[in-house]
């Protein structure tokens, strides 16, 4: 068992190292973090747009062989992922972000294990029956729907609903308003946000 379970941590410890290095070299070859200077007014000059990139692992004047080796290193000694194009921590906006991902996968898992169980008593209670079709037809339909899609298609009926009543029920981006004091309006505030995917 103790085998099993080395090789599978090894096998995902493989696939998140090659996954991550791979969208390393994917961001190079089509994001160009140059363009967030030129186009400023007043312009900045080359040699200016090089010096502010250039401490941030982000010029295109150094081999990108060079530039992912410095990033590799840093993450593997000193587990700094690098800084943004902005001049911001990545450390800091994965951190943030790790947390807001933890409460929805944990939200989204206690949800769906009650639904489940519910809907899974229901229905073996109606083997057979029409309750039992119709909720092994959804299943199987949901179980299919690539999750982007059904991500995508959610978001849209909800802001199809938001359009409709007029006011902001469900919010698409963000984590928390601004300025909300109180137990229930935050909880109320937390709920708007965390709905959606």
């Given amino acids: 068992m103790i085998k099993y379970l080395l090789r599978r941590a090894l096998g995902w410890l493989l696939m998140i190292v090659v996954a991550t290095n791979l969208t390393y070299f994917l961001a190079w070859g089509f994001l160009d973090p140059r363009s967030n200077y030129v186009g400023r007014r007043p312009p900045l000059t080359e040699e200016q747009i090089v010096n502010v990139l250039e401490p941030r692992n ?3 004047t150094v081999p990108l062989i060079e530039r992912w080796w410095t990033w ?3 993450i593997l000694l000193r587990w700094d992922w690098g800084v943004s194009p902005t001049g911001g921590s990545v450390n800091e906006q994965v951190s943030y972000r790790m947390w807001v991902s933890a409460e929805l996968v944990l939200g989204a ?3 769906t294990t009650i639904l489940g169980i519910a809907l899974g008593v229901y229905t073996a209670s109606r083997q057979y029956k029409l309750a039992d ?4 037809a959804t299943s199987i339909i949901t179980l299919n729907i690539p ?3 059904a991500a995508f298609a959610i978001v849209l009926l909800a802001i199809g609903l938001n359009n409709a009543t007029g006011v902001r029920i469900f919010y698409v981006t963000g984590n928390a ?3 909300v004091e109180g137990f229930f309006p935050t ?3 937390v709920l708007q946000h965390r709905t959606l995917p």
């Fill in 109 to 111: 898992t206690i949800i």
């Fill in 147 to 149: 999750i982007v899609v």
């Fill in 58 to 60: 982000l010029s295109d």
């Fill in 187 to 189: 909880l109320i505030d």
């Fill in 72 to 74: 590799l290193t840093g």
């Fill in 133 to 136: 079709r119709i909720g092994q």
């Fill in 177 to 179: 308003s601004q300025g």
